[in-house]
Each structure stands twice: as structure tokens, then as C-alpha cells.
Nanobody
Framework: QVRLVESGGGLVQPGGSLRLSCVASGNSFGSYWFYWYRQPPGKERELVARISEEGSTYYPDSVKGRFTISRDNPENTVYLQMNNLKPEDTAVYYC???????????WGPGTQVSVSS
């Protein structure tokens, strides 16, 4: 069982920045693949970033160049740095971990990000 806890959400003005953190339990953190998803109000959950166990990353076009995912294995923490935030980035952001070899998926409870002037 893996427990994930997100933090760092809040209210920010357009153009501002936030850094989300996701702390994960477990003894094999270095082998986990991590994802950040978001769910805007009234919409479906969507992927915003992925990082492999080797550190390779993926971003959809909607956030590419503005969001950066990173991991600190000794601290069991994954980050999502979000810059130049836009009102359409408003959503609940969720951390997701996929655990090899069975690729079990675990979710955090989410953290609210609101972008508004």
C-alpha cells in the first residue's frame, strides 16, 4: 500500500506560480512512475505531467513550457512547478503513482489550485 499526500495548492493571480508537492510512502520510491492529473470544475480528469523512474518527462501541449515535474528520491517527493498560470489551470490537482511490476495505481486526495484576479 502506498499513501500519497499533496500540498502547495492555493489561490494565485494569472501569471503567477505555484509549486505542488506529493509525498509518497513506501520503500521503493525510486521505482515508481508518477503522474500529476487535474480535474477542472465540471470536467473530466486530465493528465498534466508524467515522470518515469529514470526521470524522463511528458507534458501535454496545454502545459508544455509552463509546468515542470521533478522528483527527489531521497525525500520521497515529487514536485510540479507551475509558472505563468492561467485561469483555465484552475482545478483540483491529483498526484498518482504507478508501482511496478504490477503497475498498481494509487491516488492522493488532491489539492485545489485557483487562478483568478
Amino acid at each position: 500500500q502506498v499513501r500519497l499526500v499533496e500540498s502547495g495548492g492555493g489561490l494565485v493571480q494569472p501569471g503567477g506560480s505555484l509549486r505542488l508537492s506529493c509525498v509518497a510512502s513506501g520503500n521503493s520510491f525510486g521505482s515508481y512512475w508518477f503522474y500529476w492529473y487535474r480535474q477542472p470544475p465540471g470536467k473530466e480528469r486530465e493528465l498534466v505531467a508524467r515522470i518515469s523512474e529514470e526521470g524522463s518527462t511528458y507534458y501535454p501541449d496545454s502545459v508544455k513550457g509552463r509546468f515542470t515535474i521533478s522528483r527527489d528520491n531521497p525525500e520521497n517527493t515529487v514536485y510540479l512547478q507551475m509558472n505563468n498560470l492561467k485561469p483555465e489551470d484552475t482545478a483540483v490537482y491529483y498526484c498518482n503513482a504507478n508501482i511496478p511490476p504490477l503497475w498498481e495505481a494509487y491516488w492522493g486526495p488532491g489539492t485545489q489550485v485557483s487562478v483568478s484576479s
